[in-house]
Structures are given as structure tokens and as C-alpha cells.
């Protein structure tokens, strides 16, 4: 039912900065938790950061935290995950997740509790 759209990726030189946004359909965002995940070749799909429907709880992925930062704003249907000091073991496709989470503020890390995936976007850090 919810169609996600990602974008933003690109090449990037380690330490440098990327923005990524995520638009969906429909007009219930507001009732989605919502996320990011990455996933490197022959990795696992691992979590990188979580937001709630009305972004009053965030969790980050250690491996992130302190320079990723998760958002979103619900008029227009959009999440954003600002990533700056990006590292070489960033390089991922990252895809975004909504979850179907009405009157909870949840912002989850598991991926079985999403519902909806987008296409993904690659992000490539060089060395």
C-alpha cells in the first residue's frame, strides 16, 4: 500500500557528507514509524537509525551515532538521514523502511517490524 522512494545517494571521499531523503505515498505518514537500513555486499541487512511517527524517539546504530542524524517532516511525506564523517565502511545500498505503527511512538530497530521497503540508494565512500 505505501510506496517508498529514496535518493541522495552518490560517491562520496571519506569524511565528506551525504544527505539522503525518503518520500512516501499517501497521506498517513504521520502514522509510520519510520528507518534506515544498509546492506553491503554479502552482509546482512543491518540497522542504521529509527524515528517514530511524530519523531519524539530516535535510536541510532553505535556505529553511527554522533554522526548520522535522523529526521523527518511529515507535511511532506519525507525522512531524511544526514550522514557526515562518512568512513569507507559506510559503503552500502541504504534503503528506508516504514512500519505501520498508529498512536505509538516507536522508533524500531528490527527489521521484521517494518512493513515497507524502498528500491534502496547506493552510498560509496572512497578511501
Known amino acids: 500500500q505505501v510506496q517508498l522512494v529514496e535518493s541522495g545517494g552518490g560517491l562520496v571521499q571519506a569524511g565528506g557528507s551525504l544527505r539522503l531523503s525518503c518520500t512516501a505515498s499517501?497521506?498517513?505518514?504521520?502514522?509510520?514509524?519510520m528507518g534506515w537500513f544498509r546492506q553491503a555486499p554479502g552482509k546482512e541487512r543491518e540497522f542504521v537509525a529509527a524515528?517514530?511517527?511524530?519523531?519524539?524517539?530516535?535510536n541510532y546504530a553505535d556505529s553511527v551515532k554522533g554522526r548520522f542524524t535522523i529526521s523527518r517532516d511529515n507535511a511532506k511525506n519525507t525522512m531524511y538521514l544526514q550522514m557526515n564523517m562518512l568512513k569507507p565502511e559506510d559503503t552500502a545500498v541504504y534503503y528506508c523502511?516504514?512500519?505501520?505503527?498508529?498512536?505509538?511512538?516507536?522508533?524500531?530497530?528490527?527489521?521484521?517490524?517494518?512493513?515497507?521497503w524502498g528500491q534502496g540508494t547506493q552510498v560509496t565512500v572512497s578511501s
Open positions: 524515528i517514530s511517527r511524530s519523531a519524539g524517539n530516535t
Open positions: 499517501g497521506r498517513t505518514f504521520d502514522s509510520y514509524a
Open positions: 523502511a516504514a512500519g505501520f505503527w498508529p498512536r505509538r511512538e516507536v522508533a524500531l530497530i528490527r527489521s521484521p517490524s517494518y512493513d515497507y
